[in-house]
Nanobody
C-alpha cells in the first residue's frame, strides 16, 4: 500500500521544539520532491519547506527560515522536519507531500504552539 504517514505533532510551548516525521511505504522517496506544508484554521495550505531527493536542494518559507530544518534518512525512507523556536503562529496541521510522476499526501499531524 502506497502511503505517507506523518507523526511527531503535539502541544508545545512557545520557544519549544518538535520533530515531525514522514514515513513513506509502498514506494521509495528517491528522485521525489518532498515537501512539508501546513494549514491553519481558516487559512489556505502553505508551503513550509521542500527538498529535492535528486540534487539535495532545499527551500524554506521566509517565516520558518533559520528555525526549521528538513532532512531525509534514506535507509528509513523517511523525511523529517525539525522545528525549533516555535511560535504560536506555527500552529497548524502539517502535511508531507511527495511528487514525481505521482503525487502523494499524508494525513497530517497537528502542531499546537501555546502556553
Amino acid at each position: 500500500q502506497v502511503q505517507l504517514v506523518e507523526s511527531g505533532g503535539g502541544l508545545v510551548q512557545p520557544g519549544g521544539s518538535l520533530r515531525l516525521s514522514c514515513a513513506a511505504s509502498g514506494f521509495t522517496l528517491d528522485y521525489y520532491a518532498i515537501g512539508w506544508f501546513r494549514q491553519a484554521p481558516g487559512k489556505e495550505r502553505e508551503g513550509v519547506s521542500c527538498f529535492s531527493s535528486s540534487d539535495g536542494v532545499t527551500y524554506y518559507a521566509d517565516s520558518v527560515k533559520g528555525r526549521f530544518t528538513i532532512s531525509r534518512d534514506k535507509a528509513k525512507n523517511t523525511v523529517y522536519l525539525q522545528m525549533n523556536s516555535l511560535k504560536p503562529e506555527d500552529t497548524a496541521v502539517y502535511y508531507c507531500n511527495a511528487v514525481r510522476t505521482a503525487n502523494y499526501w499524508g494525513q497530517g499531524t497537528q502542531v499546537t504552539v501555546s502556553s
